[in-house]
């Protein structure tokens, strides 16, 4: 990646009508004992034990501290204080409001080439010296194993950035039709006003991606991320920065969630919403939108990926070892805290001794502890007491004749749409399946775990109350970030204004 960047570097115009850039999906790395990324890791832990870092609001290119003093905790160690870091204040926040306004055309009208090489350093630094820090914080900071920090911290968010950035420059490539007497072109533009990213505490990319990919495409942002992910979220940012993000364009602003959300969305400039979390926020930023309607100068572009409360239905004629092992996966790891998580499995009567009995002793080997001493855990405490997010798995054992039924339950029973799975070697089945399931995921796995989705492999994102399935990881994603300009310029001068039939 460094060759070809200095490849790209060196293009000057050139480089400026290229269509595409080869990316490929960051390879996970194994963490083997012996292995260069197991040191690496391990180094970072140690600078990490015992250590507080502070972390201040960003605002104005400015690091600011407020008097609202707090701290992020270990989720498996509440005695390491892993981060210092304060609230902005609601004058704080219409001050990194004032300050992203004042950088936005500048930033807006950069050319894409320039703002997409900003994000590929950034997966680069990611992808090489960064990467252990980065993993570090999140496991000390969010109680995520190697494998889970890996996942997320280094190779979703690598790939996030590296794949935007090559969406963005093949959308610059798509241009209307010209003819002979005019030139037709699309500008896109970021959106006019500046977007707020709203973060979960559950996966470092997130975090980078609800910001990053508005900036990429021209938009200024206000960053609020969460409390409970301030460590690996800081380090994110400061690598934008280090890659040459100018200090304007993503302001840093931990903060309260309400009061966030309520002073973004009574700023007549607020034109677009980056969120993941759970539904009940997202209503609420929603319903705030809608009341402020009238004082917006443009229409808010609403992005929020929520909650799944996700299936894996096994059929009669399913492979049972996969059936329990992806289902141990899916509804283990990282505590459950994924919102692909499965939390319901509906197994068949004639099959669930079976089932029961594999998942009861397989479940008894997961081990639960602390991940930085111990890599043989598989996962360890959840991030805080709040409503059920968690190791929590529910069964439903039905009559294997009553199979669609059970479909349509499955189909019925919740308000969500984010995540599911079936299990079965029959096609017709299969296919019956899809069928009757086709609104009750937007992520839909056959044969495999309900989690565990790949940037550019499986976009993400849910429907019903999962969100507005936005699908971030694909193409489709930017284009919410953008509002493009048709130009049309005409060649021949108009010397009449009459029509031909008229005369
Ligand atoms: P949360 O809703 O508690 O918080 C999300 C963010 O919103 C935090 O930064 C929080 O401080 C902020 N916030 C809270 N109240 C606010 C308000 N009134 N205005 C503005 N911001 C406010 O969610 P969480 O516990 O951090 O994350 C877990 C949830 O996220 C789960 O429900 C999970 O399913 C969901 N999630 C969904 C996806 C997806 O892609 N669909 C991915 C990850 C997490």
Not at 64 to 70: I, K, L, S
Not at 289 to 305: I, K, Q, T
Not at 388 to 396: A, E, K, Q, R, S
Request: contains cysteine.
């Amino acid at each position: 990646m460094w060759r070809q960047l200095r490849a790209l570097r060196g293009c000057g115009r050139r480089w400026q009508h290229r269509s595409a850039i080869q990316v490929t999906n960051e390879p996970i790395l194994e963490f083997k004992p012996g292995s260069p990324e197991r040191a690496a890791l391990q180094k970072a832990l140690a600078d990490l034990r015992g250590k507080t870092e502070d972390i201040p609001c960003v605002i104005g290119g400015e690091e600011v501290w407020t008097p609202t003093v707090r701290y992020q905790l270990s989720p498996f160690n509440h005695a390491h204080k892993v981060a210092k870091y304060c609230y902005a204040s609601k004058e704080l926040i219409n001050k990194a409001i004032n300050a992203a306004l004042a950088a936005r055309k500048e930033w807006d009208l950069k050319p894409v080439q320039d703002r997409a090489q900003i994000f590929l350093k950034a997966a680069d630094m990611l992808s090489g010296p960064r990467r252990a820090e980065v993993l570090a914080k999140t496991m000390v900071g969010q109680g995520k194993t190697v494998i889970q920090a890996e996942i997320d911290a280094a190779a979703e968010l690598i790939d996030f950035f590296r794949f935007n950035a090559k969406y963005a420059l093949e959308l610059e490539q798509s241009q209307p039709l010209s003819v002979d007497i005019s030139t037709n072109s699309m500008v896109y533009r970021g959106l006019e006003g500046f977007v707020a990213a709203v973060s979960p505490f559950n996966f470092t990319a997130i975090g980078g991606n609800l910001a990053g990919a508005p900036a990429l495409m021209g938009n200024v942002v206000l960053w609020k991320p969460s409390d409970t992910a301030l460590l690996s979220s800081y380090a994110v940012y400061k690598i934008l920065l280090e890659a040459g993000l100018p200090p304007n364009v993503v302001q840093f602003v931990p903060s309260d969630g309400p009061e966030f959300g309520d002073t973004v969305t009574s700023s007549e400039h607020f034109c677009g919403l980056n969120f993941t979390g759970s539904v009940p926020t997202f209503k609420r930023l929603w319903k705030q939108v809608s009341e402020n309607l009238d004082r917006y100068r443009n229409f808010p572009r609403l992005a929020g990926e929520c909650g799944g409360k996700n299936f894996h239905v096994v059929h009669s004629s399913a492979d049972v070892g996969s059936a329990v092992n992806g289902t141990l996966r899916s509804a283990f790891e990282f505590g459950g805290q994924k919102c692909s998580a499965c939390s319901r499995l509906y197994a068949p009567a004639s099959l669930w001794p079976h089932i029961k009995e594999k998942l009861l002793e397989e479940h008894g080997k997961i081990k639960v502890g602390d991940p930085t001493q111990d890599f043989g855990t598989f996962f360890s405490a959840v991030i805080d007491a709040k409503e059920i997010f968690g190791p929590i798995l529910t069964v439903f054992v039905y009559p294997e004749n009553r199979y669609k039924e059970v479909l349509e339950l499955i189909d019925t029973t919740t308000p969500y749409g984010l995540t599911g799975a079936i299990f079965a070697q029959e096609k017709e089945v299969i296919e019956e399946s899809r069928r009757l399931l086709r609104n009750a995921a937007g992520n839909f796995y056959i044969n495999d775990k309900s989690t565990g989705a790949v940037v550019a492999q499986q976009p993400f994102g849910g429907s019903r109350i999962s969100g507005t399935n936005d699908k971030p990881g694909g193409p489709h994603y930017i284009l919410r970030w953008t509002s493009p300009q048709a130009v049309k310029e005409t060649h021949v001068p108009l010397r009449d204004w009459r029509y031909a039939y008229m005369q």
